[in-house]
């Protein structure tokens, strides 16, 4: 038995037919075939398939799609707008803030929230603000760079 569910993904409006038990990080991936979104732990400890849902990071392996039904769904494919970076993407970029990259789709999204809701940053709070996202290689520090260049870059062209 397959259920109907509606979602906007990275700006593209969606009927699935899923059944009540895919994850909506299944849903992205294998129904959607946008594989930017990673699985790495399918027990929501490490946050590689953090997407944002109605403008807020959620770790899409905790959510089911029916759970999503009529949601806005944003993927790190729907970052760029164009050709031009979103500023999270350019400063992984010019901060280096990824190595094998398998945590960095999840970063990016999470990241995305917390340049949205946090008005000041400094870098012992985004490193309390990324507890829920794990990375095994780059030992944080250029994450955290990254998001003070992309929040940085946001203020200017605001």
């Known amino acids: 038995m397959k259920d109907r569910v509606s979602l906007t993904v ?56 029916l759970q999503a039904d009529g949601a806005e769904i944003i993927t790190v494919e729907g970052l760029a707008s164009d050709s031009e970076l979103h500023p999270i ?13 398998f945590c960095t789709p999840g970063m990016m999204m999470v990241s995305c929230d917390i340049l949205e809701t946090e008005e000041k940053l400094d870098e012992d709070k985004v490193r309390k603000l990324l507890k829920g996202n794990l990375c095994r290689c780059t030992g944080y520090q250029n994450i955290v760079k990254a998001i003070l260049y992309a929040k940085e870059k946001s203020a200017v062209t605001k």
């Open 89 to 101: 993407q350019e400063g992984f970029k010019e901060e280096h803030g990824l190595q094998c990259g």
């Open 10 to 65: 990275n700006g593209v409006s969606h009927t699935l037919e899923v059944e009540p038990r895919t994850l909506l990080v299944y849903a992205i991936r294998e129904i959607l075939n946008l594989t930017g979104t990673h699985i790495g732990c399918d027990t929501s400890s490490c946050g590689a398939c953090t997407v944002l849902m109605n403008g807020k990071a959620v770790k899409s392996c905790t959510v089911l799609a």
